[in-house]
């Protein structure tokens, strides 16, 4: 396999100066110092500001101070084990990671692909991409050479199965038709920024639930017309060098008798699962109504969605490794949760240092200030709310182009903006949903998005002289209409006052 190559030009400008960024963790330690110094000076000048409707004036604190450092030294353990995304994570990963150990996901996800109709294949494989992230990095390291191999079978360019499924894997990434880890770290983070200025407020894993899905939906018919219209002419004219590869019949992956028994199992304990939760919390007086808040969105199901994931997933995953064969005991269980906390650590040590920065600019009222003066300024321009969440999404875009974890990009700007729009009527929910949309949109352009080599080095099997500058050329059709036609889906929305998910309005009243 050729080596990658280094991207000419403008691209190896931005690739040199985003690989000097620090890793995302490092990054908030500085930011952290920073802010420590900035609250101390801020302090110095006595500012402060009035939150509208209220007469008490806040003050910006110095986290230099004496009680800045009191509260900094005694705080600190408390900042991590109550940042809302550890701990949802963590859970919904535990029962996630037995389904994608035990082989589950993945032969859902090739059992999807290859029972397709040669006409859909291309709406099913950006379909089965968005779904994908549900698995995290199985997307990319399953569906995506899975979908070159379909391609050749169907006698069709394997780069554009390549293409196809990078869009929906990537660029799709914030979409969904079920809840999956993303919901949870980004509203974790979103009900951390929003209690700058509305302690009460919490953003919940669902808040963005019906738009994602009807995205799911959307984006899949705008990701099968870019590769028919764009990708697969494109690819026509750029033939010359590329190898068809070898296909792989059918019967060479084919279901044996033990997978298709535990399939079997995971659709009944998904019908048996789903039938008990609706009963015991659909009708008045089920168990898992809660009284003091009626209606299913109070229910206890709705409030612990999460442990609900990951309880399904788990027993599904483990029904499936079990009766396939795959798991030999109940301690392979164990290993599939042990293995998958084993991947978290990275993701813990980021969310370590996030969560000091978070909680120090809130303790410090900076949080505050920016969000007042912000908010006050973009009132005096009477831009439209919904012109205010077109530039969010296109500022998200843009610096997804640089960095490009969604976690530490969020960390960095929910704390300004959620704040910010919320004092203009716009909810935290509508924040979160413009920042998933940009930072979904163009993390198929960037060489810096960490998968990038990885899908290059998949092209390169069928075009050996393939670079990152003709991947991006692929790819840059679906970034441009993701963006546009997600964009306009999210302004019919706003213009409809459709909810983003249970109880989520785009504004506040």
Not at 164 to 177: D, E, K, P
Not at 322 to 332: D, I, K, L, P
Not at 411 to 416: E, I, M, N, T
Not at 455 to 461: E, G, K, P
């Amino acid at each position: 396999m050729n080596a990658i190559k280094s991207p000419p030009g403008a691209l190896a400008a931005i690739a040199r100066w985003g690989n000097r960024l620090p890793a995302p963790a490092l990054l908030f330690l500085w930011l952290s110092l920073a802010l420590v110094l900035i609250s101390a000076v801020v302090a110095a000048f006595d500012v402060s500001t009035r939150l509208p409707g209220q007469d008490e004036r806040i003050a910006v604190r110095s986290l230099l101070s004496a009680e800045g450092v009191r509260w900094a030294l005694t705080h600190t353990v408390d900042n991590f084990v109550s940042f809302a995304p550890v701990g949802t994570v963590l859970v919904a990963m535990m029962g996630l990671g037995v389904a994608e150990h035990s082989g589950l996901l993945r032969v859902l996800l090739e059992r999807l692909v290859r029972r397709t109709p040669r006409g859909l294949l291309s709406w099913v494989v950006v379909f089965a991409g968005i779904l994908s992230n549900l698995a995290m990095d199985a997307g990319y390291v399953v569906l995506i050479p899975l979908a070159g191999l379909m391609y050749a079978a169907a006698g069709r360019p394997p780069l554009a199965g390549i293409a196809a499924a990078f869009a929906g894997v990537s660029a799709g990434y914030s979409a969904n038709l079920l809840i999956g880890p993303v919901d949870a770290i980004l509203s974790g983070m979103s009900t951390e920024a929003v209690a700058i200025v509305a302690p009460e407020y919490t953003v919940g894993v669902e808040a963005n639930y019906y738009f994602a899905a009807v995205s799911t939906l959307v984006l899949s018919v705008l990701g099968a017309w870019v590769t028919e219209r764009w990708v697969m002419p494109y690819l026509a004219r750029t033939a010359g060098s590329e190898e068809r590869g070898n296909p792989v019949p059918d019967e060479a992956v084919a279901l044996s008798p033990a997978d298709r028994r535990g399939l079997w199992l995971v659709a009944g304990w998904t019908l048996l699962f789903v039938s008990g939760v609706l009963a015991a919390s659909v009708p008045e007086g089920a168990p898992l109504r809660d009284p003091d808040s009626p209606g299913f969105l109070g229910s206890a199901a709705m409030q612990g969605v999460v442990v609900l994931i990951a309880l399904y997933a788990a027993v599904a995953g483990w029904l499936f490794g079990r009766f396939s064969g795959r798991y030999g005991s109940s301690q392979a269980l164990v290993q599939a949760m042990e293995g998958t906390m084993a991947t978290m650590a990275g993701y813990l040590v980021l969310m370590f240092f996030a969560a000091q920065f978070v909680n120090y600019f809130a303790w410090s009222q900076l949080g505050t200030l920016l969000a007042v003066s912000g908010a006050e300024g973009l009132k005096g321009l009477a831009v439209p709310n919904s012109v205010l969440l077109i530039v969010f999404v296109l500022m998200a875009a843009f610096i997804n182009l640089f960095v490009g974890s969604a976690s530490a990009k969020w960390g960095l700007l929910a704390p300004v903006f959620v704040p910010m729009l919320f004092l203009l009527g716009v909810s935290p929910e509508a924040t979160q949903m413009a920042f998933r949309i940009g930072d979904s949109s163009t993390n198929i352009i960037t060489p810096l998005m960490p998968y990038f080599g990885v899908v290059v080095a998949f092209a390169q099997r069928y075009k050996p002289d393939l670079g990152i500058g003709t991947l991006m050329a692929m790819m840059l059709p679906y970034s441009i209409v993701f963006l546009l036609g997600w964009s306009a889906l999210m302004l019919v929305w706003f213009w409809l006052g459709l909810p983003l998910g249970p109880g989520a309005p785009m504004l506040l009243n």
